[in-house]
T-cell receptor
Framework: DAGVTQSPTHLIKTRGQQVTLRCSPK?????VSWYQQALGQGPQFIFQYYEEEERQRGNFPDRFSGHQFPNYSSELNVNALLLGDSALYLC?????????????FGQGTRLTVV | AQSVTQLDSQVPVFEEAPVELRCNYS??????LFWYVQYPNQGLQLLLK??????LVKGINGFEAEFNKSQTSFHLRKPSVHISDTAEYFC??????????????FGSGTRLQVQP
């Protein structure tokens, strides 16, 4: 089992650009959540997807958007990048309703905005 | 809304000494509680979780935590640490809701530095 995989591992973008991060959930998991972890801070919840729809959202602007595909993989898109968007972006997957209480995290994508 | 406070940003300790990492939470409803560990340049790994039942929870790598409802605390302990325990530790809570689909609220983390 490959676990949760994220790509790319590192990324450098310029202010104002757009970026797409990708996540493949652990086998058998249908729910994907995204978190932003700024340097020296704890992860902050961005949003969660299951059944191909955004189900919950944290306190993040509309510049942050996402998508979930029929195979449960997910993308996080960030438009009009700001320097403050520099962070480690973590994807977590879980098996879905009534099945488990544990979220499994990927290794993250380190985004640097210059 | 729920919140988590980790009272110590850094905890230095000598190898083979005991350690306690403190976590307090705030919520008006029942919560689930978690401790995660993050090694450098890696994602988060679950150490242990409290859902219900016994207030003393045992996890991986010799760690344990005790849920104290009256003090709204969930402190992490290990009786004897190793150099390899050096990492960032995060306490997290989530509302008692739809199992398997929950958003986690994390504390700001505690850096455990184990010295030889």
């Amino acid at each position: 089992d490959a676990g949760v995989t994220q790509s790319p591992t590192h990324l450098i973008k310029t202010r104002g650009q757009q970026v797409t991060l990708r996540c493949s959930p652990k086998s058998g998991h249908d729910t994907v959540s995204w978190y932003q972890q700024a340097l020296g801070q704890g992860p902050q919840f961005i949003f969660q997807y299951y059944e191909e729809e955004e189900r919950q959202r944290g306190n993040f602007p509309d510049r942050f958007s996402g998508h979930q595909f029929p195979n449960y993989s997910s993308e996080l898109n960030v438009n009009a990048l700001l320097l403050g968007d520099s962070a480690l972006y973590l994807c977590a997957s879980s098996p879905g309703a009534g099945r488990s209480t544990e979220a499994f995290f990927g290794q993250g994508t380190r985004l640097t905005v210059v | 809304a729920q919140s988590v406070t980790q009272l110590d940003s850094q905890v230095p300790v000598f190898e083979e000494a005991p350690v306690e990492l403190r976590c307090n939470y705030s919520s008006s409803v029942s919560v689930y509680l978690f401790w995660y560990v993050q090694y450098p340049n890696q994602g988060l790994q679950l150490l242990l979780k409290y859902l219900s039942g016994s207030t003393l929870v045992k996890g991986i790598n010799g760690f344990e935590a005790e849920f104290n409802k009256s003090q709204t605390s969930f402190h992490l302990r290990k009786p004897s640490v190793h150099i390899s325990d050096t990492a960032e530790y995060f306490c997290a809570v989530t509302l008692y809701m739809d199992t398997g689909r929950r958003a986690l609220t994390f504390g700001s983390g505690t850096r455990l530095q184990v010295q030889p």
